[in-house]
């Protein structure tokens, strides 16, 4: 199985955009499926985590209100909406899969397979 994010680019402060996973093969035995992303010279930090089978999410305190997950199981697809983003929200945004039953989402080491990022960038 392999997990393809889409959707990044450049955008103005205030701006959308729409991040798409799509996992390819098959999804087998996964639980869960969350959005990290990457600035340059900093660690890879939790942003939300969506769970398959129930729809129910979590996300890190820096994003309530502004982002949202979701998912559509029968195009083995998730989304993430970001409205009114931000300079700081620049990142490389990286979506991956946890397998079975629930581990601590905003941990790395939680997740089994990771897909290869896709740029965003927020301009002041």
């Known amino acids: 199985v392999q997990l393809v994010e889409s959707g990044g680019g450049l955008v103005q402060a205030g701006g959308s955009l729409r991040l798409s996973c799509a996992a390819s093969?098959?999804?087998?035995?996964?639980?869960?499926m969350g959005w990290f992303r990457q600035a340059p010279g900093k660690e890879r930090e939790f942003v939300t985590v969506?769970?398959?089978?129930?729809?129910?999410?979590y996300y890190s305190d820096f994003v309530k209100g502004r982002f949202t997950v979701s998912r559509d199981n029968g195009k083995n697809t998730m989304y993430l909406q970001m409205n009114s983003l931000k300079p700081e929200d620049t990142a490389v945004y990286y979506c991956?899969?946890?397998?079975?039953?629930?581990?601590?989402?905003?941990?790395?080491?939680?997740?089994?397979?990771w897909g290869q990022g896709t740029q965003v960038t927020v301009s002041s």
């Open positions: 969506i769970s398959l089978n129930t729809g129910s999410t």
């Open positions: 093969g098959r999804p087998v035995n996964f639980s869960h």
């Open positions: 991956a899969s946890m397998r079975g039953a629930w581990r601590d989402p905003v941990k790395t080491e939680s997740y089994d397979v």
